[in-house]
């Protein structure tokens, strides 16, 4: 029968240091001795100790991770970790600066069903604590977490599926795919669920901040390993399967991958559907269309289509920042007494692939497993400007703008449109002066600065009249009222009909009768044209040359 104690005397008994607390001296060295002597189990109904139950001295994110593993081989198959499956994995730590150890100690008889009911703890032949106390290399030395990759295990209700079982802020795991393909699981079953299982170890849950028994282990925005959705289908394949993610959103995340807490939370009781999970729009109550109202559904299930529970909120998780090694505290021994948690079965597996022949909405996904690669801490050539949008549909690729604005719908993104009020999806540039044709205001001169003083639609550079604004970009012949090219009596006549009578205006503007350049057209325009027609004396003013 568990024993429930205080937290503070817990995490004596747990993590084996010096008591933060109130207590004196003689109270520390009793709760020790209890840690020594005391055959109790820690209920596993505790989830994970609160940050402060735990000594600052135990809270670091490691700069190196220690684990020794066993492999358990049988007739017919091997539970190996292999080469490949581990380069990934070191990959995976040393893209956020930690170096992993992954030493591969000894390989020995098969226990096809190791015995976990009193978890780590269990004795006898087929007990965890008699394999360890067996094979494991590193008895006494603080910063080592020991993993069997195993068949089976049983908690004492018969074998189960499960694909593992570890410590939660501890140093012991299990690894156990022998009831899964092949009986050792594919080679990213076996990498997923080993860095699944490293993760209790270092404090992380299946449901990252927030209780699984709530928000269950497949939480939408909540992109984990640690949780079943990716474990075994990886976090990168399982959004874009799952409609989380798009091809254009999919760059930041890779398949081997604890959460970074990117993502935003999801309000059960008012989900944006054009939002999604913040990379795409979703359609979360599964109507086959995005809806521009807020809709409530619950999303706590394997497939969301189908959940049907209590509404709350789901919160991304940033685990990378919150992982903590206990390890290397200075005394291990009383770390068997950690609670453990059992892991995805195969049976959650076949559930989330049923999801491409069940789903209305997860209909078109292949469920196999990823490939095992190293994969990069990046993708450069996906994502050049790196606003986390693949630049095979980036409609600005070498211009970070996450948001994609695009004011003219012509698919370029504002920030690399070289017209970005004017629809030109063709970007055509005749002069190559970085302004699109449709609003370079000198499409056939290179005017990069599009210079404009008098404000017309011509730029200076090729504006014949670029001082006044005359509506037309053509040479006028001054006083040429009529248009046919000379100044003569006809230009006259017409000035007068448009003064004294209301005739038609000059054209082709106005301007090109107004003689003196007053900027009106008056009788004393008329008596400039006269005098210059008849009497050769004072030309018309040339209204373009004004200074």
């Given at each position: 029968m568990s024993t429930r104690?205080?937290?503070?005397?817990?995490a004596i008994m747990v993590l084996g240091i010096s008591w933060a607390g109130t207590a004196g001296g003689a109270e520390r060295d009793r709760a020790l001795a209890m840690a020594e002597s005391w055959p109790i189990r820690i209920p596993d109904n505790i989830e994970y100790l609160e940050p402060g139950d735990i000594p600052p001295s135990a809270m670091r994110v490691p700069s190196v991770i220690n684990v020794e593993v066993d492999i358990m081989a049988a007739a017919g198959h091997i539970h190996q970790l292999y080469q490949a499956e581990i380069d990934m994995i070191v990959g995976m730590f040393a893209c956020q600066g930690i170096t992993i150890n992954i030493e591969i100690s000894d390989t020995i008889p098969?226990?096809?069903?190791?015995?976990?009911?009193?978890?780590?703890?269990?004795g006898g032949s087929a007990g965890f604590a008699t394999l360890k106390s067996t094979w494991y290399d590193h008895v006494g030395q603080p910063g080592w977490h020991y993993c069997i990759?195993?068949?089976?295990?049983?908690?004492g209700g018969g074998p189960t599926t499960s694909s593992g079982y570890a410590e939660i802020l501890g140093d012991d795991f299990i690894v156990?795919?022998?009831?899964?393909?092949?009986?050792?699981?594919?080679?990213f079953d076996r990498a997923g669920t080993f860095v699944h299982e490293l993760g209790h170890n270092l404090s992380l849950r299946h449901a990252g901040g927030q209780s699984e028994n709530f928000?269950?282990?497949?939480?939408?925005?909540?992109?984990?390993?640690?949780?079943?959705?990716?474990?075994?289908?990886?976090?990168?394949?399982?959004?874009?399967?799952?409609?989380?993610v798009d091809n254009c959103h999919v760059a930041p995340f890779h398949d081997l991958d604890y959460s970074h807490g990117l993502l935003p939370p999801l309000d059960e009781a008012a989900l944006i559907e054009a939002n999604g999970a913040g990379l795409g729009a979703v359609d979360w109550n599964c109507d086959f269309s995005i809806n521009p109202a807020p809709v409530v559904k619950d999303l706590a299930d394997y497939d969301w289509c189908f959940a049907n529970g209590t509404i709350g909120v789901s919160q991304d998780y940033d685990d990378w920042s919150n992982i903590v090694d206990v390890s290397y505290l200075a005394s291990v021994a009383s770390l068997a007494l950690r609670p453990g948690t059992s892991c995805m079965a195969l049976e959650d597996l076949e559930a989330l692939r049923s999801m491409g022949t069940e789903s209305s909405i997860m209909?078109?996904?292949?469920?196999?497993?990823?490939?095992?690669?190293?994969?990069?801490?990046?993708?450069?050539a996906d994502d050049a400007d790196t606003d986390g949008i693949l630049a095979?549909?980036?409609?600005?690729?070498?211009?970070?703008?996450g948001g994609q604005e695009d004011v003219d719908l012509d698919g370029k993104g504002d920030g690399c449109d070289n017209c970005p009020a004017l629809a030109n999806a063709g970007q055509a540039d005749g002069d190559a002066d970085g302004t699109g044709d449709v609003c370079d205001n000198c499409p056939t001169t290179p005017n990069a600065s599009q210079a404009n003083f008098d404000d017309d639609p011509f730029g200076d550079d090729c504006d014949v009249c670029p001082a006044v604004a005359i509506g037309v970009n053509i040479v006028l012949l001054s006083g040429d009222v009529t248009n046919d090219g000379s100044v003569t009596s006809q230009d006259i006549i017409s000035m007068v009909?448009?003064?004294?009578?209301?005739g038609p205006a000059p054209v082709p503007v106005p301007l090109v009768g107004d003689a003196d350049c007053s900027g009106t057209l008056t009788a004393n325009d008329i008596i400039r044209l006269v005098n210059y027609v008849f009497k050769s004396a004072g030309a018309p003013c040339n209204v373009c040359a004004l200074p």
């Open positions: 104690l205080p937290k503070s005397v817990l098969e226990t096809a069903v190791i015995d976990m009911s009193n978890t780590f703890q269990t990759m195993a068949h089976q295990y049983d908690l156990t795919l022998g009831a899964w393909s092949g009986q050792t699981g594919t080679p928000y269950t282990q497949y939480k939408p925005n909540y992109a984990s390993v640690m949780t079943y959705r990716c474990q075994t289908l990886g976090v990168r394949k399982m959004n874009l399967c799952s409609g989380l209909n078109t996904c292949d469920y196999s497993s990823p490939l095992v690669q190293v994969e990069p801490c990046v993708y450069p095979v549909c980036d409609n600005c690729p070498v211009v970070a703008n009909n448009h003064v004294f009578k209301s």
